[in-house]
């Protein structure tokens, strides 16, 4: 979502600022701008890509050694330059157009809840708003407080602010400082040589500096061209520790594929052997946290064999993953599993059980949804938690006491697609260590299981080899505006999934049921006009399957079957068929959900659509 990147040096700040940027698109965005200190505060705001920023600044020779950026992805306000970040307060009684130089800029990932009331006082005070945004509240708060000494002022205010913040400051009157505070939102310091940095994401500092520190919750930073503190919630100065991360720009070179999203597509056979490499057994030991700093997290032997019930708690396409997994805890496992939408989860009363493992399941370890349902999971007295995220450095690994960390690399594209695959894997390898650690994985299952999972690279190539047939697909849904995804058990999840990919980045409007509740509702909208995928393995539900697929034909409605090889469903008229190369089994939701996301991104080629980078979307939801 929301990217900050800020710096404070004795060199020409500006191209580090704009790369950062550039390196934290993918998360999406729809405004950007950049703030310096050049003499007084000088900005430069848009509404398009970084690539007109950067534009912009070179018009308008903006260079300093003290700085702040940022990508918005609007919540208050509508997406427009005086909407977009950075923000600037000239004082009291002075309106934007002021002769009088703008005395604070500010920069803020996050949603303050107290905007409205705090906006009225400040209104009170003679403060002229010049934006809809609640970041624009902090900007004067700040200056309200400000009397000297920035770093006093921003303790002073972030005191009054009720909600989630990651914000960065520069101030006219101390031209070689910034100044940091979070709260609910991601944000770390990078440490130079002479120079330091502000960012929501080490990977905007990738090139500049690999020495990071993580700041956590309720602390200020202070920085300076050659010096930085830390002062912690309690007020008190801290000492956070400095980890070497090396951050990959997200700037990856497309090569043959016309999209990142292609791309990625394409990248899961190797994230997925990633993901494994290693695994030469099903051991709990896999999923051994780093724990706080650094340090062991402790026996995820002892933990697996203590819990009685699973609660998964994960938000959007990693609530997909989670549902999947359920099936496979509860046949597998035989662990009774629930899976929360973490952003209902953490608003509802729900009876708690300490003996509970409580799994989140997060692509960047920022949700903010998630990070707060693991939150209110803790405050209900459930201290027994894991994690499956992609980035090993992100706040979730670093609060959850175990974890399994994927390895699918840089996901650029907003619409996920090897970070889901990849998810999947891990919760299966999850499943099959507390299976163990239950004594209810024999030596047989497991070593079929083990080479079942090391043949998914070989069996996801032979899927992709599928993309000529889904194009010749992809082309009749082009010409749609709704479709239907059906699928049963297992498989459920994945037409789910398929939905959203096709929702997301095609704007077609798309849902999906397990097959079975057809006749209770979802039927009365078949006719030729409304698409129908269907997942369609050789499973114990399949003789089922058949009969809602005839249900559908009935009504004149037209099918496109993803089949194993063996089911038996023959192309006919209203009645569209992609063989499968395999039948997989248990493993067989990584396979059949690749055609779907291919179906999407060809889909949405053909409508003309902005692949990478859907309209009001984001890549990293780090606000409510």
């Known amino acids: 979502m929301c990217g900050i990147v800020g710096a404070a040096s004795h060199r020409d700040i500006v191209p580090v600022l704009v790369q950062g940027l550039q390196r934290l698109e993918y998360r999406g965005y729809d405004s950007c701008g950049v703030a310096v200190h050049a003499g007084g505060l000088t900005r430069a705001r848009t509404t398009s890509r970084v690539a007109d920023l950067l534009a912009q600044v070179r018009d308008d020779h903006l260079q300093g050694q003290t700085g702040i950026a940022h990508t918005r992805w609007a919540t208050h306000g509508a997406p427009a330059v005086h909407n977009a970040h950075p923000h600037f307060s000239h004082g009291p009684g002075e309106g934007p157009d002021s002769a009088r130089p703008a005395r604070v800029a500010l920069v803020h990932n996050g949603i303050i809840e107290n905007h409205e009331a705090l906006r009225a006082a400040l209104q009170a005070k003679g403060y002229v708003f010049a934006s809809q945004t609640d970041t624009e509240v902090i900007a004067h708060l700040i200056d309200s407080h400000y009397d000297g000494d920035l770093f006093e002022a921003v303790k002073a205010a972030v005191a009054q602010l009720h909600g989630a913040y990651a914000i960065a400051v520069i101030c006219r009157d101390e031209p070689h400082r910034v100044v940091g505070a979070r709260a609910g939102s991601p944000l770390v310091l990078g440490v130079g040589e002479g120079e330091n940095f502000l960012a929501s994401d080490a990977m905007a500092l990738a090139g500049v500096t690999d020495q990071i520190v993580y700041l956590e919750e309720g602390d200020l930073v202070d920085l300076q061209p050659g010096k930085h503190w830390i002062v912690g919630p309690d007020g008190r100065p801290v000492q956070r520790k400095v980890r070497t991360v090396q951050a990959h720009s997200g700037a990856a070179e497309l090569g043959p594929y016309r999209h990142y999203m292609q791309k990625e597509i394409f990248e899961q056979p190797r994230a997925i052997a990633d993901t494994l490499e290693g695994v030469e057994g099903i051991v709990p030991e896999l999923f051994d946290g780093i724990g706080q700093d650094g340090q062991p997290g402790g026996s995820a032997h002892r933990v697996f064999q203590a819990i009685d019930k699973v609660l998964i708690l994960a938000c959007g396409t990693s609530y997909y993953s989670g549902c999947a997994a359920k099936y496979w805890l509860e046949s597998i496992a035989k662990i009774p599993t629930q899976v929360e939408i973490a952003s209902e989860y953490r608003y509802r009363e729900s009876v708690p059980d300490p003996k509970t493992l409580v799994v989140t399941i997060t692509q960047s370890g920022e949700t903010a949804d998630t990070l707060a349902a693991l939150k209110h999971a803790r405050g209900l007295g459930m201290e027994q938690t894991l994690t499956i995220c992609n980035v ?18 840089v996901e650029i594209g907003v619409a996920s697609t090897k970070a889901f695959t990849t998810q999947l894997a891990g919760l299966f390898l ?42 010749g697909w992809a082309e009749d849904f082009a010409r749609k505006e709704n479709a239907l995804f059906l699928g049963r058990g297992l498989h459920y999840p994945i037409a789910l999934e398929g939905a959203l990919k096709l929702k997301e980045i095609s704007y077609i409007h798309a849902e999906a049921y397990p097959a079975g509740e057809l006749k209770h509702g979802p039927l009365a909208l078949v006719t030729s006009e409304m698409p129908v995928v269907t997942v369609a393995p050789n499973d114990a539900l399949l003789e089922k399957l058949k009969s809602n697929l005839q249900e559908v034909r009935a009504r004149g409605g037209v099918l496109y079957v993803l089949a194993d090889g063996d089911t038996r469903i023959e192309r006919g008229e209203g009645l569209h068929v992609i063989r499968m190369p395999e039948h997989y089994g248990q493993l067989s939701p990584l396979l059949h959900v690749v055609p779907l996301q291919l179906l999407a991104y060809h889909t949405a080629v053909a409508r003309g659509t902005d692949v990478d980078k859907p309209r009001n979307l984001a890549k990293s939801v780090t606000v409510e």
């Open 392 to 409: 090993a450095t992100s706040a979730m690994v670093r609060e959850c006491k175990l974890a399994y960390i994927t390895r699918a690399g």
């Open 430 to 471: 999850l499943t099959l260590a507390l299976a163990q650690a239950k004594g209810r994985l024999n030596e047989a299952d497991e070593a079929r299981y083990l080479k079942e999972m090391r043949h998914l690279p070989v069996a996801l190539q032979s899927v992709l080899a599928l993309e000529p047939q889904i194009i």
